[in-house]
C-alpha cells in the first residue's frame, strides 16, 4: 500500500506514501484510485483531499518505472486523473514542497487545490527529452494561460506556487498545518455544484496566434537538435486550437514519437547515469562519512585556485597553500580577478563576492592547514614534487584527514606509498576550469578506504560536481580516452586533412570543440610532455609528428597567441593559419604519400570509435564501474554532445557490429597499429549486446 486513507468527518484524506518523493508508481496509483471510489461509495463523504506525505506532494512518474510495462498497466496516471476529475464528490489537492510531472498533472484534474508558500511547481518531462503525457499540455494552459503554461512547460524549471497564484484556491501562511487546512477548505466547498473543472476553462491569451508563431521561433532557436521544446509548443498550441479531448490525444500521440527518440532515449540515459554513478559497489549509501568543514589546497595555480573557488562557492572555507609569497599573491589574485568578472557578468553580486573571498584564506606554513579536513593537493606534475608534498601532509595533518591529489597521470598508489596513511589518500581529478567544470573523477587507490570514498562522493554533490570513480592507470578514464583522439586527429593531419576540417566534422557532430581548438585552449605544451615522456616509456606508441613540430614553432596555443590557429591580442576566436598548412603540407610531402579528400563521416567515425575502442578497454579492466560512467565522463567534462548520450551508449545505438566493422577497415588503413579492437568490444558485437546492457 503507498497511499493511506484515512477519515476526517466527513471529509475522506488520501494521502501518498511512496518515499523519496511519491513517485506515482503502480502501488500508489492503484491506491489512490481504491481510495476515490471507496470515498463515493462511502455516503458519510462529502469531499475528498488528496496530499502527500513526506518531503513532497508528488515528484511525478516513477523513474523506477521507466522503460518498464507497469508505466502502462492500469490504473495508468490517465485512469488516476480522470478518476479524479470524475469525481462526483468535490476533490482538493494539498500541495507542499514539491508538485512536479504527473503530480503536478494530477492536480489539475483535481476540482480544487491548495498550497503552501514555497512548493515546487514543475512540468519537467523536456529534461527528459519528453512533454507531459498526462494532460499537462492541456490543462495547465487552461489554468494558468498561454505565456505561463508555455513557459514552464518548454523550460521544465521550477516556478514557487506563491509565484503561481491563478493556479490555486487557496494559498495558505506557510506556518499553518496543511492536512487540517485543506479539510476546513474541502468541507467549506463540499455542496458547491457544479464542481469546477480546469478542462471547462479557455486557455487565456490576447492573441494566441501571434504568441504562438513568435514561440516556434524562439523555442527553434533555443532547442538546438532536441525536438522537444518544440513539440511542446505544438502540443500546447492544440490547448486553444482543438477540443480538449482532440487535444489530449494529439499529446498522447506526440509524447509516443517522443519517447522513441534517439535525444530522449540520450537524455534519460544520462539522468539515470548521473544517479548511477553515485553508487559504488562495497560503499553503501550508509557507509559513515568523514565531516568535511574546512580545506586546504597545495599549490594556487591553474587548478588549485579553481579548485580553492569550487570550495568557496560551496561555502566550506579553504587555505590555500603555496612555496613562495610571490606566487601565493599572484594565485589569491587570479581567484579575486576570476570572481570581479563573474560580478562584471551580473552573476555574482558583490555581496555574494566578499563572502566567497572571506572564505579564501593564503599561507606559506604546512602547520595553518594542519586542521583542515580535507587537503587537495594541486602542485606541478612531477612525482618528486608531489611526493616531497604528501611526505609534509603526512607529517602535520591531523589524523583523519583526507590527502587528495589533482594529478592527471601519476600514480595515486605511488604517492599514497609515501605516507604512512595510505587509506586516507585518493584522487580528486578536477577540469579545468575547475570552479566551472561539472566533472570530478574521483580516483581509488588501492588502499583508498571506503568511508574516503563514501565522503569524496558526498562532497562532490557539495561541490555540485559529478563525481564518478576511476581506477589507477595512466589517464584514469578521460584523458585515457582522449589520447586516442586526438592520436586519430593527428593521424587526419598526415592523411590530408587541415585542423579546421577535423574540428569542423566533429563540432558539426556535436562536440562543444574539436580536438585542435582544445588542445590550443588547454596548452599544446602539455601533450608535447606527454608524449616526451611516452617516446622514454613505450616508444612503440606512434604520433602524427605535426604536434610536436608546431610546438619546435613555439605555437603552445592561446596563451602565447599561437597553436594550431593564429589568436588576435584578447580575442579567443580560431583564425586558419598560413604557416601551420604549411608545416602540415611539408610534412605531408615528407611522409611520401598523397593527400587523399576525407569527408565529416570518416573524420566522426575516426575520433568517436577511437574513444569508444578505449572505453571498451577501460571497462574490461575495471577502470570504469560501468559504461554509463564512462558516458558520464565525457558528457560532463569533455563536450560531448548531450543529445548523444556520450560515447559508449552512442556506439550502442549505431550497433557495436558495424562499430567493430569500421575499426576492421581503419586498422587495414595507413595508421592500422592503433586499431586493435578491444576484446570487450568484439565479444559483445558477438553476443549481440550493447555496453549498456552488460
Ligand atoms: P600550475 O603550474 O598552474 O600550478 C602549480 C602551482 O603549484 C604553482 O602555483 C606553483 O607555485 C605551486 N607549487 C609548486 N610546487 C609547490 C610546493 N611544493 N608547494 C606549494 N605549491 C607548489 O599547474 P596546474 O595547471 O594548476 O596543475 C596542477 C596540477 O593539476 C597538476 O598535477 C596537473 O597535472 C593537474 N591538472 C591540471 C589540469 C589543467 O587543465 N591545467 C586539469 C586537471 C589536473
Avoid at 529 to 557: M, N, Q, W
Wanted: hydrophobic share 45%; glycine share 10%.
Amino acid at each position: 500500500m503507498s497511499a493511506d486513507y484515512a477519515l476526517y468527518g466527513e471529509i475522506a484524506v488520501i494521502t501518498f506514501n511512496n518515499p523519496p518523493v511519491n513517485g506515482l508508481g503502480l502501488a500508489t496509483r492503484t491506491a489512490a484510485v481504491d481510495g476515490l471510489r471507496r470515498a463515493q461509495e462511502d455516503p458519510r463523504v462529502k469531499a475528498i483531499v488528496i496530499t502527500g506525505a513526506g518531503k513532497a506532494f508528488s515528484g511525478g512518474a516513477d523513474i523506477r518505472e521507466f522503460n518498464s510495462p507497469k508505466a502502462l498497466t492500469e490504473p495508468t496516471l490517465h485512469t488516476l486523473i480522470r478518476t479524479a476529475e470524475e469525481s462526483a464528490k468535490p476533490v482538493v489537492a494539498a500541495i507542499h514542497s514539491v508538485c512536479m510531472g504527473g503530480g503536478l498533472e494530477l492536480s489539475l484534474g483535481c476540482h480544487y487545490r491548495v498550497t503552501l508558500p514555497g512548493a515546487q511547481v514543475a512540468l519537467p518531462e523536456v529534461k527528459l527529452g519528453l512533454l507531459p503525457g498526462a494532460g499537462g499540455t492541456q490543462r495547465l494552459p487552461r489554468a494558468l494561460g498561454l505565456e505561463t503554461a508555455l513557459d514552464m512547460i518548454v523550460s521544465g524549471n521550477p516556478v514557487p506556487s506563491e509565484k503561481l497564484p491563478a493556479l490555486f484556491d487557496e494559498v495558505f501562511g506557510a506556518d499553518v498545518d496543511l492536512v487540517p487546512a485543506a479539510v476546513a477548505f474541502a468541507a467549506k466547498i463540499a455542496d458547491v455544484r457544479p464542481l469546477p473543472k480546469v478542462r471547462d476553462r479557455q486557455a487565456a491569451h490576447a492573441d494566441p496566434a501571434a504568441f504562438l508563431q513568435d514561440a516556434r521561433g524562439r523555442v527553434a532557436a533555443a532547442a538546438g537538435p532536441f525536438p522537444a521544446p518544440l513539440e511542446c509548443v505544438e502540443t500546447v498550441a492544440a490547448a486553444v486550437t482543438m477540443p480538449f479531448e482532440a487535444g489530449l490525444a494529439f499529446e498522447r500521440e506526440r509524447f509516443m514519437h517522443l519517447i522513441g527518440t534517439p535525444e530522449s532515449k540520450a537524455l534519460r540515459h544520462a539522468f539515470f547515469a548521473e544517479r548511477e554513478a553515485a553508487k559504488v559497489p562495497g560503499v553503501p549509501a550508509d557507509t559513515p562519512r568523514r565531516p568535511i568543514e574546512r580545506a586546504a589546497v597545495v599549490g594556487a595555480g591553474t587548478m588549485g585556485g579553481g579548485i580553492a573557488m569550487a570550495f568557496a562557492n560551496a561555502g566550506i572555507p579553504v587555505t590555500v597553500l603555496e612555496s613562495t609569497q610571490e606566487a601565493l599573491d599572484r594565485g589569491l589574485a587570479a581567484i579575486r580577478a576570476s570572481y570581479e568578472g563573474t560580478v562584471r557578468k551580473g552573476r555574482l553580486t558583490p555581496e555574494q563576492l566578499a563572502r566567497r573571498i572571506a572564505l579564501i584564506g593564503g599561507t606559506l606554513r604546512y602547520e595553518e592547514i594542519a586542521l583542515a579536513d580535507i587537503v587537495v593537493e594541486a602542485v606541478f606534475e612531477q612525482a618528486d614534487v608531489k611526493e616531497a608534498v604528501f611526505r609534509q601532509l603526512d607529517a602535520v595533518m591531523k589524523p583523519g584527514a583526507i590527502l587528495a591529489t589533482n594529478t592527471s597521470t601519476l600514480d595515486v598508489d605511488r604517492i599514497a606509498a609515501v605516507t604512512r596513511r595510505p587509506q586516507d589518500v585518493v584522487g580528486t581529478h578536477f577540469f579545468s576550469p575547475a570552479q566551472v567544470m561539472k566533472l570530478l573523477e574521483i580516483v581509488r587507490g588501492r588502499a583508498t578506504g571506503n568511508d574516503v570514498l563514501a565522503t569524496v562522493l558526498a562532497l562532490a554533490k557539495k561541490l555540485k560536481k559529478t563525481g564518478v570513480v576511476a581506477g589507477v592507470c595512466d589517464g584514469f578514464i578521460g584523458n585515457r580516452m582522449i589520447e586516442q583522439y586526438v592520436r586519430q586527429a593527428g593521424f587526419l593531419l598526415n592523411e590530408g586533412c587541415t585542423p579546421a576540417q577535423v574540428d569542423g566534422a566533429i563540432e558539426r557532430f556535436g562536440f562543444a570543440m574539436g580536438p585542435f581548438r582544445m588542445s590550443d585552449l588547454a596548452g599544446n605544451d602539455i601533450g608535447w610532455a606527454i608524449r616526451k615522456r611516452r617516446a622514454v616509456e613505450r616508444p612503440e606508441i606512434t604520433y602524427s609528428r605535426t604536434a610536436d613540430l608546431l610546438c619546435e614553432l613555439g605555437r603552445f596555443g592561446q596563451k602565447t597567441g599561437a597553436g594550431w590557429y593564429d589568436y588576435r591580442p584578447g580575442d579567443r576566436t580560431a583564425h586558419p593559419s598560413a604557416e601551420v598548412d604549411a608545416m602540415i603540407a611539408a610534412h605531408v610531402h615528407g611522409l611520401g604519400h598523397a593527400p587523399r579528400v576525407i569527408g565529416d563521416a570518416e573524420v566522426v567515425e575516426r575520433l568517436v570509435y577511437a574513444l569508444v575502442n578505449e572505453g571498451a578497454r577501460i571497462l574490461e579492466e575495471g577502470i570504469a564501474l560501468r559504461a554509463s560512467d564512462i558516458d558520464m565522463v565525457y558528457l560532463t567534462g569533455y563536450g560531448f554532445p548531450l543529445f548523444r548520450g556520450g560515447p559508449m551508449f552512442y556506439a550502442d545505438t549505431v550497433g557495436l557490429p558495424a562499430v567493430l566493422a569500421a575499426i576492421g577497415r581503419f586498422a587495414a588503413g595507413p595508421h592500422g597499429e592503433a586499431w586493435q579492437p578491444a576484446p570487450l568490444l568484439a565479444r559483445l558485437a558477438a553476443e549481440g549486446r550493447g555496453f549498456n546492457d552488460r
